[in-house]
């Protein structure tokens, strides 16, 4: 029978690489998950210089349907001034903007995959000295099957959240 530090060790490492992993499921469908185009007005436009060449672009828009949205990015086509029309398009999951039309330009706007990315390697990375932890316990099979258990676990407060 196996010890119990030799089922603490995999469950330590499989919670927090549950959260991770469910937390990196979202950022992904977020980036590049099915989204729609939404008609918006701008609000504002913040916009401040990062360096010599290039400017950060914060806008605040209300779509249509009422909702306030914010779009972010560095694409000079998002220097739009408040009052102007424009066509967003935002991602179904978290309602993220991914992308800004005026005038039949296109500016990207935030979402891209590189927090999915960073997420996966992080919780990857836990998920696996989970199960390497399970393999080293004199008994591997139970705190393999506990180190899937406390990666559910720590998975499922993150996915109540959405």
């Known amino acids: 029978m196996a010890g119990r530090g030799d089922l ?5 490492w499989a919670l927090p690489a549950g959260a991770v992993l469910a937390f990196t499921v979202f950022w992904f469908l977020q980036a590049i998950g099915p989204s729609r185009w939404e008609e918006a007005t701008t609000v504002s436009l913040e916009s401040y210089a990062v360096d010599a060449e290039v400017r950060n672009h914060h806008l605040f828009l209300d779509t249509a349907s ?3 949205i914010e ?3 560095t694409d000079p086509d998002l220097d739009i001034q408040p009052g102007e029309r424009v066509r967003v398009e935002v991602s179904e999951v978290g309602r993220e ?5 005026l005038h039949g330009h296109r500016a990207d706007a935030g979402a891209s995959g590189d927090l999915a990315f960073c997420g996966a390697l992080i919780g990857g990375g836990l998920l696996a000295a989970a199960l390497a932890g399970a393999a080293e316990a004199r008994d591997p099979l139970p705190a393999a099957l506990i180190a899937i ?3 559910g676990v720590g998975a499922l407060p993150v996915l109540l959240l959405f």
């Open 149 to 151: 258990a406390g990666l």
């Open 97 to 101: 903007v991914q992308a800004v039309e």
């Open 71 to 73: 779009a972010r990015g």
């Open 66 to 68: 009422g909702d306030r």
């Open 8 to 12: 603490l060790k995999p469950v330590l």
